[in-house]
Nanobody, 124 residues
Framework: QVQLVESGGGLVQAGGSLRLSCAASGRTFSRYAMGWFRQAPGKEREFVAA????????VYGDSVKGRFTISRGNAKNTVYLQMNSLKPEDTAVYYCAADEGRTPVVIDEWYNYWGQGTQVTVSS
């Protein structure tokens, strides 16, 4: 069982940066691939980024490539999402998720555990 808690969301102007964190409980965090998703009002949940259990394999959604960076600190049981050059269209609730497989996964249904989400709002 893994429990996930996101933090770091907030209000930022377009062009600014935020760093999201996702703290995981449980001793087996390093065995899970981790992902970030987001959902804007009235829209479907969208894949943002995912990272393998070792951190050696990373995948990004097309809309965030070159602007967002996912990383993980297994010693701290934490996964991060550094978001730069933010745009108003990045406004959404951001969720982290854990997958019992070891490779990064882009399909939300494949994830086993989810956090409660953190709101990111980008003003123009």
């Amino acid at each position: 069982q893994v429990q996930l808690v996101e933090s770091g969301g907030g209000l930022v102007q377009a062009g600014g940066s935020l760093r999201l964190s996702c703290a995981a409980s449980g001793r087996t965090f390093s065995r899970y691939a981790m992902g970030w998703f987001r959902q804007a009002p009235g829209k479907e949940r969208e894949f943002v980024a995912a990272i393998s259990w070792s951190g050696g394999s990373i995948v990004y959604g097309d809309s965030v490539k070159g602007r967002f960076t996912i990383s993980r600190g297994n010693a701290k049981n934490t996964v991060y999402l550094q978001m730069n050059s933010l745009k108003p269209e990045d406004t959404a609730v951001y969720y982290c998720a854990a997958d019992e497989g070891r490779t990064p996964v882009v399909i939300d249904e494949w994830y086993n555990y989810w956090g409660q989400g953190t709101q990111v709002t980008v003003s123009s």
